[in-house]
């Protein structure tokens, strides 16, 4: 089926570990988006890339760290240092920075930290 | 002022009922307009994109008002399975391309 697979849906993990966030796409798409959703608050975005070895930092990129090292791929790490990780993490595409179309969005991930 | 705001609710309506929700925006330069719905717990998924004439599918109706700077969603016949938020989201170009701004969301229920 072709879209945006995000995994793992749920995680744990204790104060002070780094995990990482998968999200995998085969919509062909250049553009790979990372937003962390917080209750009452709208989507902020931590990271996009356009192309592949390319990424630039959003609104809140502060603890957070990307790849992109294939077309298909963005994953997205939160360290240590991000204050607040527990959040709902979504990962989104677009044909391109340039497309003013809708983004496509995976079912997201949901960090809980401990 | 927040880039784009709207009243987050939560919008507590008979089935059957008709309801609108606005949502402001403050960049002019704002280039195109969603509508997105997301249930809870989920990821936000593409109800309609809004254009300047206006468009409507089936019992979901936007709107646009460049000049007032708000975008609105009339929902008419409510049905239950209509309960979710709906974000509103402004597409603006910048230096670095388009950039996605979203609304915080207007939480909606639909009651028997």
């Known amino acids: 089926d072709g879209g945006i697979t995000q995994s793992p849906k749920y995680l744990f993990r204790k104060e002070g570990q780094n995990v990482t966030l998968s999200c995998e796409q085969n919509l062909n798409h250049d553009a790979m988006y990372w937003y962390r959703q917080d209750p009452g608050q709208g989507l902020r975005l931590i990271y996009y890339?356009?192309?592949?070895?390319?990424?630039q930092k959003g609104d809140i990129a502060e603890g957070y760290s990307v790849s992109r090292e294939k077309k298909e791929s963005f994953p997205l790490t939160v360290t240590s240092a991000q204050k607040n990780p527990t959040a709902f993490y979504l990962c989104?595409?677009?044909?391109?920075?340039?497309?003013?179309?809708?983004?496509?969005f995976g079912e997201g991930s949901r960090l809980t930290v401990l | 002022r927040k880039e784009v705001e709207q009243d987050p609710g939560p919008f507590n309506v008979p089935e059957g009922a008709t309801v609108a929700f606005n949502c402001t925006y403050s960049n002019s330069a704002s280039q195109s307009f969603f509508w997105y719905r997301q249930d809870c717990r989920k990821e936000p998924k593409l109800l309609m994109s809004?254009?300047?004439s206006g468009n409507e599918d089936g019992r979901f109706t936007a709107q646009l008002n460049r000049a007032s700077q708000y975008i609105s969603l009339l929902i008419r016949d409510s049905k239950l399975s209509d309960s979710a938020t709906y974000l509103c989201?402004?597409?603006?170009?910048?230096?670095?391309?388009?950039?996605?701004?979203f609304g915080t969301g207007t939480q909606l229920k639909v009651e028997l």
């Open positions: 809004v254009y300047s």
């Open positions: 989201v402004v597409n603006a170009l910048t230096g670095g391309g388009n950039k996605l701004t």
């Open positions: 890339s356009q192309i592949v070895n390319d990424f």
């Open positions: 989104a595409t677009s044909p391109g920075l340039a497309y003013t179309g809708e983004l496509f």
